[in-house]
């Protein structure tokens, strides 16, 4: 968690990080470019109001007469002995709108004047300034791309400095999530002894009273239990992973769990494909489905079937238990997989603290995986996908 926390940090940071230099360098380019357009543009200004282009520089100066003759004078950098091209690239500046502007298909900025017996054209050759830009970005983006990776090195340390207290809050919370599991298992375990022992000598007036307690501690029993799976599974000190056959682990959950739907009036359907394999911690993916199979019994309408399947498809495994009943509103699926929550009284009625699809939660992610549900028409589906192991 507290890794995610650390990325989450540095994620965030590299966005803002990457917008401002991106504005800046925007902004730089955005200026750049008008000031070497308005350079150029001064440079054809200057040709045309002289009549005759700088032979040092790469422009040339087109001179129209009222009576259609077009006088060419500029530098030797140009071929102007090409009398088809020039009349195309004069036709073109004529008929521009704007007294300035590049011609994109020949490359060429142009400054159009118009005089009391002439009309004056300059023509400089564009790819200088298309050069200059091309290099400016590429300066941008090596410095650019050098400040984001430093910004990435101290944005992950810095992260590190950030997280360290919420780390230790973490750490002390599962720790005494853990050892308050684990004190409180020994006075409930006397507890269930002890009211059972005394259930054999109680009157029976007293039977109804240690039957309620041994029910409670039964439920707390439960309680506890949950609590520590959930802080063995986020604290990382679950058993480590090895190949699982999931198809013989869904079948055997099938079959475990087939009596017991019968018994609460649900036929089990089960459609399971051979042969999928992934790896990972197979008392957990055991834990998984009888998580999701007793919530499909529980909430399932009166007889009503509950479906179970499990399908390969490339390299992932989808696994999916769906059940009719009361249908989940929208808004309230998202909060599923948080702790003890419940939907809403009716189905609180159940056995349950609320922690058995945040356990389960908790599971498919540590096997890199995702778990997601769905409630339309009357159907509540639970549908968990694995990468699977090749």
């Not at 109804?208 to 990382?236: C, F, H, K, P």
């Not at 995702?370 to 694995?386: E, K, M, N, P, Y």
């Amino acid at each position: 968690m507290i890794r995610k926390l650390r990325w989450k940090i540095t994620g965030v940071t590299m966005l803002v990080a990457a917008v401002v230099l991106l504005a800046v360098f925007a902004g730089v380019y955005y200026f750049s470019q008008a000031n070497i357009a308005e350079s150029y543009t001064h440079q054809l200004r200057q040709a045309v109001q002289t009549g005759t282009a700088d032979v040092r520089l790469p422009c040339f100066v087109a001179e129209v007469l009222p009576s259609g003759t077009v006088r060419i004078s500029g530098s030797n950098y140009y071929d102007l002995e090409d009398g088809d091209a020039l009349t195309q690239l004069v036709a073109e500046a004529l008929s521009a709108r704007a007294e300035s502007g590049v011609l994109s298909k020949q490359h060429m900025r142009y400054y159009r004047q118009q005089g009391l017996l002439s009309i004056r054209i300059a023509f400089m050759d564009s790819t200088f300034e298309q050069a200059t830009l091309r290099a400016l970005v590429r300066i941008c983006l090596l410095i650019g791309g050098g400040a984001l990776l430093v910004l990435l090195g101290l944005s992950w340390l810095l992260s590190g400095f950030v997280t360290r207290p919420v780390a230790r809050t973490w750490q002390n919370q599962q720790q005494f999530l853990s050892d308050a599991s684990h004190e409180l298992k020994t006075p409930l375990t006397v507890i269930l002894s002890s009211a059972d022992l005394l259930k054999e000598t109680a009157r029976e007036e007293q039977r109804q009273y240690v039957d309620n307690i041994s029910v409670e501690s039964r439920r707390m029993r439960a309680l506890v239990e949950g609590m520590l799976t959930l802080s063995r599974t986020e604290s990382g000190r679950a058993a480590p992973f090895a190949p699982v056959d999931l198809s013989d682990l869904v079948t055997d959950a099938a079959l475990r769990f087939e009596p017991v739907a019968f018994e609460a009036g649900h036929p089990l359907q089960y459609d399971i494909q051979n042969d999928v394999s992934l790896s990972g911690d197979r008392q957990q993916l055991d834990q998984l489905l009888d998580i999701l199979l007793d919530n499909a019994v529980k909430y399932a309408a009166a007889g009503a079937p509950i479906r179970l399947t499990l399908n390969a498809s490339g390299k992932t495994a989808v696994l999916a238990v769906e059940n009719p009943g009361e249908p989940i509103p929208a808004d309230k699926l998202p909060h599923l997989f948080e702790r003890f929550y419940r939907v809403d009284d009716a189905r609180s009625g159940t056995d349950g603290f609320g922690l058995g699809l945040s356990i389960a939660q908790q599971i498919v992610q540590r096997h890199r995986g995702t778990i997601a549900a769905a409630s339309d028409r009357g159907v509540t589906r639970f549908i968990v996908t694995f990468p699977l192991c090749h």
